[in-house]
T-cell receptor
Framework: GAGVSQTPSNKVTEKGKYVELRCDPISGHTALYWYRQSLGQGPEFLIYFQGTGAADDSGLPNDRFFAVRPEGSVSTLKIQRTERGDSAVYLC?????????????FGPGTRLTVL | LAKTTQPISMDSYEGQEVNITCSHNNIATNDYITWYQQFPSQGPRFIIQGYKTKVTNEVASLFIPADRKSSTLSLPRVSLSDTAVYYCLVGNTGTASKLTFGTGTRLQVTL
């Protein structure tokens, strides 16, 4: 079956611009996660959705970052007024129910470069 | 969240068994231990998860001593394609299922 997909695979933008990153989770998975990975580091948690609602957004670095999942499937991570420090790979993952013992399935990521 | 400590890097020859040990001294009673593998330009991939003693699947084994303050991922007969970064994570449903990655162990397999 299809895995988690993310679009675009690469995004180059200029400082101050707005960007949207899309995640298509595995069909039927109720839990969806966003992570950010900087070069040489492990992924860093950003936000967790259970269905349509954000169950935990404690990892969002500031109010320039926002994510939605309006129908409980596709999610969009939105970054306003991008800064050079936002450059990273943004990873999306989904799991069947969000339980600790559930396997999280990751997408290939979107590489964001802010010039 | 329990902090984990792993070696930064390891080298191995193809065909050898590789053991990567992770320390998690502050692991909580309801924490599970999970290992992920990540190749360049890909998202992490689940390898194995356990709570105590030993767990084995088709790709790896996970050894957890009785005090659970450490765990060892064992990869039998590694191949070049096992060259990747391996992450040890601990967590439970109380952490909202979010995964906390460290810097991982970079395994390099050569001929």
């Amino acid at each position: 079956g299809a895995g988690v997909s993310q679009t675009p695979s690469n995004k180059v933008t200029e400082k101050g611009k707005y960007v949207e990153l899309r995640c298509d989770p595995i069909s039927g998975h109720t839990a969806l996660y966003w992570y950010r990975q900087s070069l040489g580091q492990g992924p860093e948690f950003l936000i967790y959705f259970q269905g349509t609602g954000a169950a935990d957004d404690s990892g969002l670095p500031n109010d320039r970052f926002f994510a939605v999942r309006p129908e409980g499937s596709v999610s969009t991570l939105k970054i306003q007024r991008t800064e050079r420090g936002d450059s990273a790979v943004y990873l999306c993952a989904s799991s069947p129910q969000g339980a600790q013992t559930d396997t999280q399935y990751f997408g290939p990521g979107t590489r964001l470069t802010v010039l | 969240l329990a902090k984990t400590t792993q070696p930064i890097s390891m080298d191995s020859y193809e065909g050898q068994e590789v053991n990567i040990t992770c320390s998690h001294n502050n692991i909580a009673t309801n924490d599970y231990i999970t290992w992920y593998q990540q190749f360049p330009s890909q998202g992490p991939r689940f390898i194995i998860q356990g709570y105590k003693t030993k767990v084995t699947n088709e790709v790896a084994s996970l050894f957890i001593p009785a005090d659970r303050k450490s765990s060892t991922l064992s990869l039998p007969r590694v191949s070049l394609s096992d060259t990747a970064v391996y992450y040890c994570l601990v967590g439970n449903t109380g952490t909202a299922s979010k995964l906390t990655f460290g810097t991982g162990t970079r395994l390099q397999v050569t001929l």
